[in-house]
């Protein structure tokens, strides 16, 4: 009994070991496919100039075009992975996301090149890999396995601005392109050889799209604000990639092969900064203040960049500035996504909210070529500080927002008047503000205040694994006796 008691404790407190293995290797699967996008970034424009039919527009087409694929075949991978399996469909996406950077690394055309990132950003495997996610881990923890995957994005961002011009450096971009290939296989190896099969697939909203909520999501205005607001953030960024490593070479006389001595020291620094705003955002309650403030500090790093530009301390300093700005809102754009929809409909308000992002990576990456080449450096660093004003003023009219956390919790197969028996239920527990019960799918959707959530009250209302399936086991049985015994009649 005692043995018992000490089990159930750990499992309530800390992922399983299978838990933690499947978390980690999809964190490193996701990480190991950012970084192939993200690597040329920093350098691409720097060698652009070598391919035939350069233009400066097609530099941020080339850059940015892996975001209109992305955000147009994400959710369709998501679903066709309900349909045809988790893996199989992740399996597709990299082995397309290997082809686009086979062809981008054969590729001595600007078309080629620009082929090759849209088959990149084709391999949207984003969503069935937070599926499978959700497959692997438990109702309750959930909400940290989510974390450890968006904690490996951040890094993984981080990693290749510093790493692209290193590798640049050693093996070129085309060099860059064929280890992103590379980077594709090896996923495939984790996921195939580490990455536990999940014992069945359901529809999670939590974490997928469900498509009959996308009409209720897109009509949100608040969820839209945020929407606008990581569209334009990855517009900024990608514009702002498009010029400022030209800008480093040309302008600030900075060797190419020296670039990472600005980006490393400023990603390191900007990352640290970063945690006291995150802190005061989230723990002191003034997660309106910090996120209007770090859209507005965006803009001063743009104006920087805009009238000093042609001198490292220049770039140094707007760097800073911005990456402080930026870790602080993409760390905070999701959290407050969850805090601002419904429980049930978290899934798919991240769905859009993810399309959204890549729908601003291609925006900035056409405007800022097309900027570049038309006015200047100065008019594509203009755009983004504009770009940023109009989203302060957005940002203004945000609501604050409620300080709840998303909780699942598995109440087994109900009916739709036990269901509604159960939100009754499930409010009057103290810490939970908001609760959703899908009978179809024995889950309650929660919003609940993590700092006076009665989680012991909670745990009555759910039920074990076993329970579920020795339910589910005795509906199929039932069914089977019932089909029986009408082909006997």
């Not at 397309?96 to 088959?119: E, K, N």
């Not at 923890?141 to 290193?166: E, W």
């Not at 957005?394 to 709840?404: D, E, G, N």
Request: glycine share 8%; aromatic share 8%.
């Amino acid at each position: 009994m005692t043995q018992d008691t000490s089990q159930k404790t750990s499992t309530d407190d800390a992922m399983l070991p299978g838990e933690r293995r499947a978390v980690f290797s999809l964190a490193s699967i996701y990480a190991l496919r950012m970084m192939g996008l993200f690597m040329i970034l920093p350098v691409f424009s720097l060698y652009a100039h070598t391919l035939e039919g350069y233009t400066p527009a097609l530099i941020g087409l080339a850059i940015g075009i892996y975001g209109l694929t992305q955000a147009a075949l994400q959710i369709p991978f998501g679903m066709a992975s309900d349909r045809f399996g988790r893996k199989p469909v992740i399996i597709l996406g990299l082995l397309i996301f290997a082809i686009g950077s086979v062809v981008a690394a054969s590729a001595d055309t600007m078309s080629g090149v620009i082929l090759g990132r849209a088959l990149q950003g084709a391999g949207a495997i984003a969503a069935a890999v937070m599926a499978l996610v959700a497959d692997l881990t438990r109702e309750e923890k959930r909400l940290g396995a989510m974390a450890v995957i968006g904690m490996s994005i951040g890094v993984a961002f981080a990693v290749s601005l510093v790493a692209g011009p290193l590798f640049n450096s050693w093996i070129g971009v085309d060099g860059i392109f064929w280890l992103t290939a590379v980077l594709a296989l090896v996923a495939i190896g984790v996921l195939y050889f580490i990455v536990p099969n999940p014992v069945r697939s359901t529809l999670h909203r939590d974490a997928e799209t469900v498509p009959a909520q996308l009409k209720n999501v897109i009509r949100d205005p608040q969820l839209l604000r945020l929407d606008f607001g990581i569209l334009s953030l990855h517009s900024m960024l990608t514009a702002t990639f498009v010029v400022l490593p030209l800008a480093l070479r040309d302008y600030a006389g900075l060797a190419t092969d020296h670039h990472w001595y600005v980006y490393l020291p400023v990603m390191v620094l900007a990352m640290l900064v970063m945690i006291p705003f995150i802190v005061i955002a989230e723990k002191k309650r003034r997660m309106k203040t910090v996120f209007s403030a770090s859209v507005l500090t965006l803009g001063i790093g743009e104006l920087i960049f805009m009238l000093d530009y042609d001198s490292v301390t220049g770039i140094v300093l707007g760097l800073f500035i911005f990456f402080t700005a930026f870790n602080v809102l993409e760390a905070s754009l999701p959290s407050l996504v969850a805090k601002v929809v419904s429980p049930d409909n978290k899934g798919t308000a991240m769905g859009v909210y993810s399309s959204s992002q890549f729908i601003g990576a291609f925006i900035g990456g056409v405007l800022g070529g097309w900027l570049y080449g038309a006015y200047g450096f100065e008019a594509v660093f203009g755009l983004c500080a504009g770009i940023s004003s109009v989203w302060f003023l957005v940002a203004a009219t945000m609501q604050s927002p409620r300080y709840l956390s998303s909780h699942l919790v598995r109440v087994g197969p109900v009916d739709a008047a036990r269901a509604r028996q159960l939100v009754g239920e499930l409010t009057q527990v103290t810490g939970v503000a908001e609760a959703v019960v899908i009978p179809e799918d024995g889950i309650a959707y929660l919003k609940v205040d993590l700092h006076a959530l009665d989680r012991e009250a909670l745990k009555a209302f759910a039920v074990s694994d076993e329970a579920v399936d020795n339910a589910d086991m005795k509906t199929a049985v039932g069914e089977q006796a019932t089909a029986g015994h009408s082909t006997h009649n």
